[in-house]
């Protein structure tokens, strides 16, 4: 039951002036009352007043996403858990590189099965040219580009990348990609609030990007340019990937924002604890005087010689001998004490829970685990990276597939039929990341062999599961078999030339 809200002495004199106010203001003051004892998480007391929720748009302020931006930079470059972190989530979301593999399927196009089997080929022999020159810049291959593209997810929250074209004509296909800083995407200045332009796009009515506006250089004082979001055939002008977690996010949220401040607390505290062991690590001592005269002339107990240099060094077996009114005093830090161990394991618990890392990933200590710990965090892991891994494919890597392709029908390497009929088929891709390993090799390949033989898996998916193409696997087995088969036979036409006759002797005894 809620307490009676009693009218103080605003309350009073506003229903002396205004006595309809007055009663509006106790009835508010009412329902206010109720809705905090309903929702705890809702009060406005003593207790909470300090909690005072501020912008609370889907996209963060253009100023304090810059600082967000700034921060999380700064933690990759000189933190060492965020870096290792950011790492972490690079190697393990993209490993040594997403390889696509086709999965055009012959019955929706109503062809053979062998011809099917030949259009994967094609396509994958197709992208496998456009990979290593994939960066407009010459230098980064697809691969790296991913490297690249994840990274600055992590750290600005999104990655910015053109599909462009480059004019070389020792290139095997024009397509190329452009990947840009997130602070190149700008508004202009001339734009008004009626354009709906916000945060360097432009959005239609039901939200959708029309118009990127993206500056030529790192500058942020020039003009930007104006790039459209598709061109008139539906193909992706800019590919602008970020992780949405509200409606109406326009731009992304750097990955570490939640666990910034406890980055730059834990870094601040490690610090004050190794100069404090450097300082414990050393003999400090200090000569206190209480005789006054004494301080005021500066009295030492001992000078160099031909100079007023006061000695304060100490030597091995050095005895000192105080004057009136001196004592030693000893600096002795006692740190870190028992509980830093516990309190940093603790934070970075705290830290990993909000990144959705086990803390064994989040700072590689498999110390205190045993395997069956040890499994269930790299499970947990997996199925987060899996996550991201899957995402990323169809954000980034997807659209990149779909777009070679189409240049690859064009210019005559992937011959499909019919292609901008069946595009979407034709480009029907997953795409394997690197293997997970294993803890214990023997449990886990025993288990594999019986979730396939019960149905539970299949021999693509444990493939996929070790970063390897089922089919290459069974390609490559068979010719390892073929060709064991193939040397036990010559061994054994050789061991029949070699064999003795049935009269107990060779020819060579029968000659002699």
Not at 329 to 355: A, H, M, Q, W, Y
Not at 366 to 381: C, I, P, Q, V
Not at 472 to 496: C, P, W, Y
Request: proline share 5%.
């Amino acid at each position: 039951m809620s307490k009676e809200v009693k009218p103080n002495i605003l309350d009073k004199t506003i229903s002396v002036l205004s006595p309809k106010w007055g009663l509006s203001r106790l009835r508010d003051r009412k329902m206010i009352e109720l809705a905090g004892s309903a929702f705890k998480s809702a009060e406005i007391t003593r207790l909470r007043g300090d909690w005072k929720p501020f912008n609370d748009s889907a996209s963060p302020s253009g100023y304090d996403l810059s600082v967000i931006r700034k921060r999380s930079r700064d933690a990759n470059r000189n933190d060492p858990i965020a870096s290792g972190t950011t790492d972490t989530m690079k190697i393990n979301i993209v490993g040594s590189g997403l390889k696509p593999q086709s999965k055009i399927r012959a019955d929706v196009l109503s062809i053979t099965e062998t011809k099917a089997e030949d259009l994967r080929r094609q396509a994958e022999s197709c992208f496998r040219k456009f990979a290593p020159r994939a960066g407009s810049d010459n230098r980064l291959d697809f691969d790296e580009l991913q490297f690249l593209a994840i990274a600055k997810i992590i750290e600005d929250g999104e990655t910015i990348v053109l599909p462009t074209w480059a004019n070389e004509k020792w290139r095997p296909y024009g397509r190329c990609l452009e990947m840009l800083e997130s602070e190149r995407l700008i508004s202009p200045k001339r734009a008004k609030n009626n354009q709906n332009i916000k945060d360097g796009i432009k959005f239609g009515s039901r939200g959708e990007p029309l118009r990127y506006y993206i500056t030529r250089s790192d500058k942020l004082n020039e003009e930007p340019t104006v790039i459209s979001a598709f061109d008139s055939k539906g193909r992706p002008k800019v590919l602008h990937i970020f992780p949405t977690k509200r409606p109406g996010q326009r731009r992304g949220v750097p990955f570490f924002s939640p666990v910034l401040s406890y980055f730059k607390d834990l870094a601040d505290y490690l610090e004050a604890e190794v100069v404090a062991a450097r300082v414990a690590a050393c003999l400090a001592v200090f000569i206190t005087k209480q005789d006054a005269m004494t301080t005021a002339i500066n009295m030492a107990t001992g000078t160099e010689s031909g100079t007023n240099n006061r000695i304060q060094g100490i030597e091995p077996g050095l005895v000192g001998y105080l004057n009136p009114g001196e004592s030693i005093n000893v600096v002795d830090p006692k740190r870190p004490g028992d509980s830093f161990g516990p309190f940093v394991e603790s934070l970075l618990r705290i830290i990993g829970t909000s990144l959705n890392l086990p803390y064994e990933l989040l700072i590689k200590d498999f110390s205190k685990t045993n395997y069956s710990s040890a499994r269930a965090a790299l499970l947990e892991g997996r199925r987060s990276f899996m996550t991201w891994r899957n995402w990323f494919a169809r954000k980034f890597c997807q659209p990149v597939w779909d777009m070679v392709l189409e240049e690859a029908f064009l210019r005559g390497d992937f011959q499909a039929p019919d292609f901008y009929k069946f595009r979407h088929e034709y480009t029907q891709s997953i795409w394997i990341g690197g293997g997970w390993g294993w803890v214990d090799p023997v449990k886990e390949v025993d288990a594999a062999r019986k979730a396939i033989d019960y149905g539970f898996s299949t021999l693509a998916d444990e493939n996929a599961a070790q970063g390897k193409d089922w089919e290459e696997t069974i390609q490559q087995r068979k010719r390892e078999i073929d060709l064991e088969k193939a040397i036990n036979v010559m061994s054994a036409a050789k061991g029949a030339d070699n064999t003795p006759d049935e009269k107990g002797g060779d020819n060579e005894t029968e000659e002699k």
